[in-house]
């Protein structure tokens, strides 16, 4: 790069920002330049990129070492610190999702990388940084919260059946164990469904009550 009257270029890709973020840039180590370079770009920039851009040897940036503050994916740098957001919202868009479709077993791990509205590399890292911090699973393409169970969502037509034989015992509701030799295996499930969705109430280990025999 060539310039003119002695001047210095701090950042000869600038990204699109205000000219005054340059200011920055001047007057700091080379290593803290190659983290404010990185810092300045949200999607990071390619290792090999990164040493044009600060003005350093290439063996600056050899394989295997990576400047304070900056982390790298698959030839890739990008700031820590974005990448920790990154995580914290993949993090809540997928318990987001949990709760609203409970039923489900988690998010696709291709919808996660689109909400990012940027490279796939860079939702890779976040992903996969939030499986090791244990704060996501991944399998089968998908994404859950550890821990996390999917709700089986059991037949309306059963979910009634259960409801009317509970409801018509009064106060003395049949036990779970008789309930299913009455109506079959899937009544768990039409149990669990009925009291989450309130129209039932657990007031035993295994026995459940009508919302209106439980207020009188």
Same mark, same amino acid.
């Given at each position: 790069?060539? $310039?003119?009257?002695?001047?210095e270029?701090?950042?000869?890709l600038?990204?699109p920002?205000?000219m005054?973020? %340059?200011a $920055?840039?001047?007057g700091?180590?080379?290593?803290a330049?190659? &983290?404010? %370079?990185?810092?300045?770009r949200p999607?990071?920039?390619?290792?090999?990129?990164?040493?044009?851009l600060?003005?350093?040897?290439?063996? $600056?940036?050899a394989k295997?070492? +990576?400047?304070?503050?900056?982390?790298?994916?698959?030839?890739?740098?990008v700031?820590t610190?974005?990448?920790?957001v990154?995580? @914290?919202?993949?993090?809540?868009l997928?318990?987001?999702?949990?709760?609203?479709?409970?039923e489900?077993? @988690? %998010?696709?791990?291709? $919808?996660?990388?689109s909400s990012?509205r940027?490279?796939?590399?860079?939702?890779d890292?976040?992903?996969?940084?939030?499986?090791?911090?244990?704060?996501?699973?991944?399998? @089968?393409?998908?994404?859950?919260s550890?821990g996390?169970?999917?709700?089986?969502?059991?037949d309306?037509?059963?979910?009634?059946?259960? +409801?009317s034989s509970?409801t018509?015992?009064?106060?003395?509701?049949?036990?779970?164990?008789?309930?299913?030799a009455e109506? @079959?295996?899937?009544?768990?499930?039409?149990?669990?469904?009925?009291?989450r969705?309130g129209?039932?109430?657990a007031?035993?280990?295994? &026995?459940a009550?009508s919302?209106?025999?439980?207020?009188r």
């Amino acid at each position: 790069i060539v $310039t003119l009257g002695g001047g210095e270029v701090l950042d000869p890709l600038p990204p699109p920002r205000s000219m005054r973020s %340059l200011a $920055t840039l001047d007057g700091v180590t080379s290593e803290a330049r190659m &983290r404010l %370079l990185v810092a300045r770009r949200p999607f990071g920039l390619p290792r090999a990129q990164l040493a044009v851009l600060a003005g350093v040897p290439p063996a $600056t940036l050899a394989k295997g070492t +990576v400047p304070e503050g900056l982390t790298e994916h698959d030839g890739q740098l990008v700031a820590t610190a974005r990448l920790e957001v990154l995580e @914290g919202t993949f993090v809540a868009l997928v318990a987001a999702h949990h709760a609203a479709h409970p039923e489900e077993p @988690g %998010l696709s791990l291709e $919808t996660l990388r689109s909400s990012l509205r940027g490279p796939s590399w860079l939702a890779d890292a976040a992903i996969q940084r939030a499986v090791r911090a244990r704060q996501l699973r991944v399998a @089968g393409g998908v994404a859950a919260s550890p821990g996390f169970k999917p709700v089986v969502r059991a037949d309306a037509a059963l979910v009634e059946r259960v +409801v009317s034989s509970v409801t018509s015992a009064g106060f003395t509701p049949p036990s779970w164990s008789e309930l299913a030799a009455e109506h @079959g295996p899937a009544t768990d499930a039409a149990l669990r469904e009925a009291i989450r969705s309130g129209r039932l109430v657990a007031v035993e280990r295994d &026995r459940a009550w009508s919302p209106g025999s439980v207020e009188r």
